[in-house]
């Protein structure tokens, strides 16, 4: 008798469309990590030691560097917010082509290369004598996360639920009171979002700066990493700091789900 060899199909199932980004994620992420923290907890004679965090306490330039870059990313949270609260609260509530002018006006100068752009807003600040070092990082971060800060907060806005706003039209509420009671608490998950993508990035950039400055004044919390890695060669000293700087995002991710995730359930609450 002849012996029937079956053979099993192999079925491709939508699982397995994520074996290339967990190999990517691997080779471009967790094995750079884990060499990251090798080094951060190692001394110069490669024993275990937490030398490397110690000495960002220690060393006042560094503190006063990653102080520097706190007060610059919240400064340029707070502008970018200001700025475009308002731009995405009337191109949500217009009746033109939206989509037509977010592209032209914020998204299309994006395609731009980013170095071409600060250099170009380097020049303008060069003509017009701006000379405060603080004044034209925050203008050159915030003309560079704009569209980061505006994008969450247009998206929520366009797709609330218009009925709560004429439900508080009828009952008497005044455009202030709406807006305040009803348009601000809704929007609070793009606000998030926006703030979360625009703080993090200013926290750990240091290129900006290298352009704009042009001065060894205001050094950022990036360049103290980039100086240990680049030009002192103490690598386990700029795998401590850049470890810190990881840890504070993280922190900041998760107190940021934590409040979204109170405010969801203060609202199902009502």
């Not at 024993?47 to 503190?63: D, G, I």
């Not at 050159?140 to 800060?149: G, K, L, N, R, T």
């Not at 030009?231 to 107190?255: D, F, H, Q, R, S």
């Amino acid at each position: 008798m002849e012996k029937k060899i079956s053979i099993k199909k192999f079925t491709i199932r939508r699982q397995h469309f994520a074996f290339p980004y967990f190999f990517l994620s691997a080779l471009f992420v967790i094995i750079p990590l884990i060499i990251l923290l090798v080094y951060a907890f190692r001394d110069s004679g490669g024993a275990f030691s937490l030398s490397n965090f110690t000495k960002f306490f220690t060393e006042p330039t560094v503190r006063n560097a990653m102080g520097r870059s706190l007060l610059l990313a919240l400064a340029t949270t707070a502008v970018c917010l200001a700025l475009t609260y308002p731009v995405a609260l009337v191109l949500a509530n217009s009746k033109f082509n939206k989509t037509l002018i977010l592209v032209l006006l914020f998204i299309l100068p994006m395609y731009i290369n980013s170095l071409l752009r600060t250099l170009a807003l380097k020049s303008v600040f060069d003509m017009i004598g701006l000379s405060d070092v603080f004044t034209r990082l925050v203008i050159a971060h915030v003309y560079d996360f704009f569209p980061f800060m505006l994008l969450p907060i247009y998206t929520v806005l366009v797709n609330m639920d218009k009925s709560y706003l004429e439900a508080s039209s009828d009952l008497g509420g005044s455009a202030i009171k709406t807006f305040s009671k009803v348009t601000l608490p809704l929007s609070v998950p793009g606000i998030i979002s926006g703030v979360l993508m625009v703080f993090m990035p200013t926290v750990s950039m240091f290129a900006i700066r290298d352009i704009v400055a042009d001065s060894d004044r205001w050094s950022m919390f990036g360049n103290s990493i980039e100086r240990k890695f680049k030009y002192e060669e103490t690598y386990g000293e700029g795998a401590a700091y850049a470890v810190i700087l990881l840890a504070m995002v993280l922190i900041t991710m998760l107190v940021a789900g934590r409040l979204n995730a109170t405010r969801n359930k203060a609202t199902d609450k009502r």
